[in-house]
């Protein structure tokens, strides 16, 4: 038995991983999903750990997939299972013609990231006591909504407090009529949880919603890293076993 990274390979090759991200022409973006890459790359050394994108930008998942050396192990960086994770991606592995591919599950919701959002949250100013509200961007899959809602009461049972949900871009309410709500109803304070993995123009709407606090994307949080390193690991370990 050898060990690469943290996985008992039994002799066999350890996988390579491919990361995929969404894509975004921001910068900022781009920055994020490359520093996760380069995160996961120090957490598994001695291993092919690549990104691609599966909207966008390239290089898109099956070049991608189909340059590494095998088996692959492809880990969908988004924080719900959304089109996206169940259908795009899925469909690019197949194009390639392999066999040897694992898909694992999305980044959330998960407890890890349970705990980065209230990093996210505190270092931001949150308050106890302050009305919270959970941003996410939004989508038109009911268990991707699913997803975001199962995140807000990770969330609430982390802070002890009622969290609400909204939307950015996709699905009511908005985050915007949430926060004007709050304040009708009296609270005094009202901060946003970030339930985005990136910097971009979701998070930068958030400004204008009147918020008292509004947190920092996930980013590059060690718990998104360590959930990225945790799925990569599970899928090898299964593989090998």
């Known amino acids: 038995m050898r060990v690469v990274g943290r996985i008992a390979t039994h002799g066999c090759a350890a996988p390579s991983v491919v990361v995929v991200a969404h894509g975004t022409r921001d910068p900022a973006g781009v920055a994020v999903a490359g520093q996760l890459t380069d995160a996961l790359r120090a957490r598994l050394p001695g291993r092919s750990v690549q990104l691609a994108f599966v909207d966008v930008l390239g290089p898109v998942v099956r070049d991608v997939v189909a340059s590494v050396p095998g088996p692959v192990t492809v880990v969908p960086a988004f924080l719900t299972r959304g089109y996206h994770v169940r259908t795009d991606v899925p469909r690019e592995v197949a194009a390639t013609g392999r066999s040897d591919v694992t898909v694992t599950a999305a980044l959330g919701p998960h407890p890890l990231l349970r705990g980065a959002m209230a990093d996210r949250l505190r270092a931001a100013g949150w308050r106890p006591g302050d009305a919270v509200v959970l941003a996410a961007a939004g989508s038109s899959d009911e268990r991707a909504v699913a997803d975001v809602r199962a995140a807000a009461v990770q969330l609430s049972g982390e802070l002890g407090c009622r969290v609400r949900v909204g939307f950015v871009a996709t699905g009511t ?69």
């Open 173 to 241: 309410p908005s985050v915007t009529a949430l926060v004007r709500g709050l304040r009708a109803a009296g609270a005094p304070r009202v901060a946003v949880a970030s339930w985005l993995l990136a910097p971009g123009l979701f998070h930068r709407r958030l400004a204008g919603t009147g918020a008292d606090v509004v947190a920092a994307p996930l980013s590059t949080h060690p718990g998104v890293i360590d959930r990225l390193a945790s799925l990569a690991d599970v899928a090898a370990v299964r593989r090998s076993a």
